[in-house]
């Protein structure tokens, strides 16, 4: 079978996951470094999904890193499967927490006495590093998807 760029066991692949977990640890460290996130429903929602696309992320690097070094990918119908499915998950997921991050916060630099412009701009900032992390889990889960058919 030939390998796809971007699947399972690629380096492409491990490109993807760092990169996801990356934006995703980015994105935690933003809007943690202030206390006030805990105020709003949108943000509570980010760091939570934010916190489920960091292990999910790492584990299936350390997969990649596995199977790139000992050239033994694993692919197997039903793995790949569970895969497919979690980063369908975890891209919605991420996507909805980064649209609703970006519009409060929206919402918050436009009413000024709610939002110190310190604590807006880390905001923004997790919103942006959500959207990088959503973009490479979607593109990642693309690329597994297409593969699986061929399993």
Not at 15 to 35: E, K, W
Not at 128 to 134: N, P, V, Y
């Amino acid at each position: 079978m030939d390998q796809m760029p971007g699947a399972l066991g690629t380096s492409a692949s491990l490109a993807l996951r760092l990169g996801q977990a990356i934006f995703s640890i980015a994105s935690l460290l933003f809007m943690c470094l202030d206390i006030d996130f805990y105020s709003y429903t949108s943000f509570c929602f980010l760091v939570t999904i934010m916190g489920l696309v960091t292990p999910w992320s790492l584990t299936l690097a350390l997969v990649d890193v596995y199977s790139v070094f000992f050239k033994r990918p694993s692919r197997q119908p039903g793995v790949m499967s569970i895969i497919v499915v979690g980063d369908w998950v975890l891209s919605f997921l991420s996507l909805a927490a980064a649209c609703s991050t970006a519009s409060v916060t929206n919402v918050l630099i436009n009413s000024t006495n709610f939002c110190r412009s310190r604590m807006c701009s880390r905001y923004q900032l997790s919103a942006a590093m959500t959207f990088l992390s959503w973009f490479l889990s979607l593109a990642s889960s693309l690329f597994n998807l297409w593969l699986l058919p061929s399993l």
